[in-house]
């Protein structure tokens, strides 16, 4: 898998690869292959460093969601990130495919969500309940699926700004009022994406780099595939 690794960025401390849908992020249960071990290899082979080498873990996407993940090569590095993503400093933009026609085009959305542990799923509430954190964001629609297309299904690109992180945030939400995103069966998708991935994109990340403050944006294009998917069926 290392031959596919696709680096987006790299300094002294941070490095920043595209993550395919299907592949875990970090080792579970199971001995499968995951995009840490994958890092790890790139560096030891590139630096040729003997033994294993240090990479930390600052966020995640979803097995089935592909785009940006940055991981730390150095203790510094993990540190500075993991603060930028606590006080909300880390800019993180997302492209979905949604079933249906989302309307208004430029919205905000605000819920409030709980996970449930068993189940594994993110439950919604238009209130604020015990148990339940604020999640916002922001989107706008980029490409719809055009006009006459009859009782053909119908679709929505659109660009998501999180203003929060949670716990499959922008699954849940869009779920929540009618326009899952195309895939999610967890999430009631209709459709189906013969791969089991789902069309969630980490398409942009803008942060401050471990040792300046000078800012780095990293972008990452979204599978063409979805703009095929909006002019037909899955």
């Given at each position: ?59 995640r996407l979803d097995k089935p969601v592909c785009g940006i993940v940055v991981f730390a090569k150095t203790s ?159």
């Open positions: 898998m290392l031959h596919l690794l696709k680096v987006l960025y790299e300094d002294n401390h941070l490095i920043a690869v595209y993550k395919p849908a299907g592949i875990l992020i970090q080792a579970g249960d199971r001995k499968s292959g995951n995009l840490m071990d994958v890092v790890k290899e790139y560096l030891k082979q590139k630096y040729n460093k003997p033994g294993n080498v240090f990479l930390g873990l600052v966020h510094k590095g993990a540190s500075r990130l993991s603060e930028q993503f606590r006080n909300r400093q880390v800019k993180k933009t997302y492209t979905a495919l949604l079933e249906g026609i989302l309307k208004p085009e430029n919205g905000n959305l605000i819920h409030y969500i709980k996970k449930d542990e068993f189940k594994l799923v993110a439950l919604v509430s238009e209130k604020e309940l015990p148990g339940y954190v604020h999640s916002e964001l922001d989107y706008r629609v980029i490409k719809k699926t055009p006009p006459g297309r009859g009782k053909l299904e119908k679709y929505s690109l659109v660009k998501i700004n999180l203003k929060t992180g949670r716990f499959n945030q922008i699954r849940a939400q869009f779920s929540h009022i009618g326009h899952p995103v195309v895939g999610d069966n967890l999430y009631n998708a209709k459709s189906k994406i013969s791969d089991g991935s789902i069309a969630l994109c980490a398409t942009e990340i803008e942060f401050k780099t471990a040792t300046s403050e000078e800012v780095i944006n990293i972008k990452a294009d979204y599978p063409e595939e979805w703009d095929k998917m909006i002019n037909r069926d899955i």
